[in-house]
């Protein structure tokens, strides 16, 4: 492929990585302008309706970890198009559904395809370019991935009022097609490191992947149980994912492929950035979540407004990362990590300050204060995390973050969720006071994230691993 395309068929490659899981990020974020909606027409109530981010965050969480897995077993391109496959047929037929049980079927699947497609530019980015582009990659990958939920929110809410909630699955679908096209001409059939896909290689940890979606499952159905009367149910889901948790590590350490190499943890940068990738995924996903309802059901706009409000938010921030990712060659990631939380964090407290009188400008300005803490933290979390490991555990690195900033985040969703019910349910007057308080908690959340962040000191320099996609 090198040979065929020139020196830089590396970039081709990152650019049809870039499209499939920017697919896959506006199935994430669209959704949430289109709950107040659908919450309507399938009579919903927001502990159901934040099932619609919760079971697609689950589904992305597990899958996960069977990327490194996928890869080494059918390569690249088949791992791609597969799960972009299931992306499409998620999106078309989600559109077409007539239930909400088929619809939530359609975000779990949506999920999986997700889960699969996110940690695979991280691993080519490590694997293809040189230590001192890759910051550089990561930053130009991350301007084309946060243009999908910048422009998201804008499109989905204009498709809300004018077609109605179903639109909003059929956004993925050029996306999809695109990827398709460009991921036969330009992807790889081997598996990371350049070696053949073996699909007579390591067997699937399924005892360790039936375990952890235990885990999850109970922990996210145990979180919205809390918020019932007899709280005796979700307490004994709570108490059954800690127990398959510590079930799941005893078998990582005996397992002879194991799903999560716990060796990993064992590398410094790459502990303090899982913690800091699980906190910030609990803030940044619960966030996405709550900022679009707030905004219809607190400040009474209309999804299009809602939208265009975020708008600049999202631009901004697809200006910031690119410079952020150069940084990140230069500076020290801790820093520049911690920096973009701090930000973050603010953001989230500057949203207690806002009201019905507040003008849309004001608003428009705090949103713009946590993305461009979003652009430090993004390209500089998985580098930071990541580097310095060797090459036989890059591909386990990559989804092993990936999983844990998901997890991180479908906790979030399910947890903002959650206590904004409560408040609204204890505040029944004053439904902006509710929001207020939930705002309060992600930027207490985010903040608790800087002291593992600061610990994320730079990996000394190694030597870079052999360019191969």
């Given at each position: 492929?090198?040979?065929?395309?020139?020196?830089?068929?590396?970039?081709?490659?990152?650019?049809?990585?870039?499209?499939?899981?920017?697919?896959?990020?506006?199935?994430?974020?669209?959704?949430?302008?289109?709950?107040?909606?659908?919450?309507?027409?399938?009579?919903?109530?927001?502990?159901?309706?934040?099932?619609?981010?919760?079971?697609?965050?689950?589904?992305?969480?597990?899958?996960?970890?069977?990327?490194?897995?996928?890869?080494?077993?059918y390569?690249?391109?088949?791992?791609?198009?597969?799960?972009?496959?299931?992306?499409?047929?998620?999106?078309?037929?989600?559109?077409?559904?007539?239930?909400?049980?088929?619809?939530?079927?359609?975000?779990?699947?949506?999920?999986?395809?997700?889960?699969?497609?996110?940690?695979?530019?991280?691993?080519?980015?490590?694997?293809?370019?040189?230590?001192?582009?890759?910051?550089k990659?990561?930053?130009?990958?991350?301007?084309?991935?946060?243009?999908?939920?910048?422009?998201?929110?804008?499109?989905?809410?204009?498709?809300?009022?004018?077609?109605?909630?179903?639109?909003?699955?059929?956004?993925?679908?050029?996306?999809?097609?695109?990827?398709?096209?460009l991921?036969?001409?330009?992807?790889?059939?081997?598996?990371?490191?350049g070696?053949?896909?073996?699909?007579?290689?390591?067997?699937?940890?399924?005892?360790?992947?039936?375990?952890?979606?235990?885990?999850?499952?109970?922990?996210?159905?145990?979180?919205?149980?809390?918020?019932?009367?007899?709280?005796?149910?979700?307490?004994?889901?709570?108490?059954?994912?800690?127990?398959?948790?510590?079930?799941?590590?005893?078998?990582?350490?005996?397992?002879?492929?194991?799903?999560?190499?716990?060796?990993?943890?064992?590398?410094r940068?790459?502990?303090?950035?899982?913690?800091?990738?699980?906190?910030?995924?609990?803030?940044?996903?619960?966030?996405?979540?709550?900022?679009?309802?707030?905004?219809?059901?607190a400040?009474?706009?209309?999804?299009?407004?809602?939208?265009?409000?975020?708008?600049?938010?999202?631009?901004?921030?697809?200006?910031?990362?690119?410079?952020?990712?150069?940084?990140?060659?230069?500076?020290?990631?801790?820093?520049?990590?911690s920096?973009?939380?701090?930000?973050?964090?603010?953001?989230?407290?500057?949203?207690?300050?806002?009201?019905?009188?507040?003008?849309?400008?004001?608003?428009?300005?705090?949103?713009?204060?946590?993305?461009i803490?979003?652009?430090?933290?993004?390209p500089?979390?998985?580098?930071?995390?990541?580097?310095?490991?060797?090459?036989?555990?890059?591909?386990?690195?990559?989804?092993?973050?990936?999983?844990?900033?998901?997890?991180?985040?479908?906790?979030?969703?399910?947890?903002?969720?959650?206590?904004?019910?409560?408040?609204?349910?204890?505040?029944?007057?004053?439904?902006?006071?509710?929001?207020?308080?939930?705002?309060?908690?992600?930027?207490?959340?985010?903040?608790?994230?800087?002291?593992?962040?600061?610990?994320?000191?730079?990996?000394?320099p190694?030597?870079?691993?052999?360019?191969?996609?």
């Open positions: 492929m090198r040979q065929r395309f020139g020196p830089n068929y590396r970039w081709r490659v990152l650019l049809t990585v870039m499209i499939g899981t920017m697919a896959s990020i506006m199935a994430s974020t669209i959704i949430n302008v289109a709950v107040p909606d659908m919450s309507r027409v399938f009579t919903l109530g927001q502990e159901r309706a934040q099932w619609l981010s919760a079971g697609f965050m689950a589904a992305m969480t597990l899958s996960m970890l069977t990327t490194p897995w996928l890869l080494e077993r390569g690249y391109r088949r791992t791609y198009v597969g799960a972009v496959l299931l992306l499409l047929a998620g999106g078309v037929v989600g559109g077409l559904s007539g239930t909400f049980e088929l619809v939530l079927a359609m975000r779990v699947a949506e999920g999986l395809a997700a889960g699969v497609l996110q940690p695979i530019p991280a691993i080519i980015i490590l694997r293809a370019f040189e230590p001192h582009e890759q910051g990659a990561m930053g130009i990958f991350g301007f084309g991935v946060v243009l999908a939920p910048a422009l998201g929110p804008s499109v989905g809410g204009v498709l809300v009022e004018w077609f109605g909630w179903r639109s909003i699955f059929f956004v993925v679908v050029p996306f999809c097609l695109a990827a398709l096209v991921a036969r001409r330009y992807l790889p059939v081997t598996a990371p490191g070696v053949a896909a073996n699909r007579n290689g390591a067997r699937l940890d399924v005892l360790g992947l039936a375990l952890i979606a235990v885990a999850v499952l109970c922990l996210l159905n145990g979180l919205v149980g809390l918020h019932s009367a007899s709280r005796g149910p979700a307490l004994v889901l709570l108490a059954a994912a800690a127990l398959a948790v510590v079930l799941f590590i005893a078998h990582q350490r005996r397992a002879p492929q194991p799903l999560m190499r716990l060796a990993l943890f064992g590398h940068a790459f502990a303090m950035g899982g913690r800091v990738a699980f906190i910030y995924g609990m803030a940044l996903f619960g966030s996405t979540y709550l900022v679009p309802v707030f905004m219809q059901i400040l009474k706009l209309p999804p299009s407004q809602a939208g265009a409000v975020l708008l600049p938010a999202g631009l901004a921030l697809a200006v910031v990362i690119p410079l952020a990712g150069r940084l990140a060659d230069k500076v020290a990631v801790n820093r520049l990590v920096a973009g939380l701090l930000l973050l964090a603010a953001s989230f407290v500057l949203m207690v300050f806002v009201g019905i009188e507040t003008a849309l400008w004001v608003i428009t300005l705090f949103a713009i204060v946590g993305r803490g979003l652009g430090c933290v993004l500089s979390l998985n580098l930071g995390a990541m580097r310095g490991l060797p090459d036989a555990l890059i591909s386990q690195g990559s989804s092993g973050i990936g999983f844990l900033r998901q997890l991180g985040g479908a906790v979030g969703v399910s947890l903002v969720g959650i206590v904004l019910e409560w408040r609204l349910q204890a505040l029944p007057g004053d439904p902006l006071r509710a929001f207020h308080e939930t705002f309060m908690l992600l930027g207490v959340i985010t903040a608790l994230a800087m002291f593992a962040a600061w610990r994320m000191t730079p990996p000394e190694s030597h870079a691993p052999s360019p191969s996609a």
